[in-house]
Nanobody, 123 residues
Framework: QVQLVESGGGLVQAGDSLRLSCAAS????????MGWFRQATGKEREFVAA????????YYANSVKGRFTISRDNAKNTVYLQMSSLKPEDTAAYYC????????????????WGQGTQVTVSS
């Protein structure tokens, strides 16, 4: 089983940048497709970005395309989400997730989840 721990969240102003990290333990993440999701208060969890095992292919939600970048360092067993031009509507708890089957934007396709890190963007 892989364990995932997110970090890097915080309170920022609109237009700022922030980098989230997801550190894995228990198994090497090179065996997993990785995704980032977010959940705002009172809303369902939604897809943000995903990356294949090697890092050669990425996929983004339209709402973050061009502003967010997902990447991975398999040697460090870590996945990142670089967020720029942040907006108040990006405020949410951000979760990383892992699955062995493929890139997906469907929450139910990811069996492994971290505990989340809060990102708050003030206007």
């Amino acid at each position: 089983q892989v364990q995932l721990v997110e970090s890097g969240g915080g309170l920022v102003q609109a237009g700022d940048s922030l980098r989230l990290s997801c550190a894995a333990s228990g198994r090497t993440i090179s065996s997993y497709y990785m995704g980032w999701f977010r959940q705002a208060t009172g809303k369902e969890r939604e897809f943000v970005a995903a990356i294949n095992k090697s890092g050669s292919y990425t996929y983004y939600a339209n709402s973050v395309k061009g502003r967010f970048t997902i990447s991975r360092d398999n040697a460090k067993n870590t996945v990142y989400l670089q967020m720029s031009s942040l907006k108040p509507e990006d405020t949410a708890a951000y979760y990383c997730a892992a699955n062995v089957n493929g890139i997906s934007e469907i929450v139910q396709n990811y069996p492994h989840w971290g505990q989340g890190t809060q990102v708050t963007v003030s206007s």
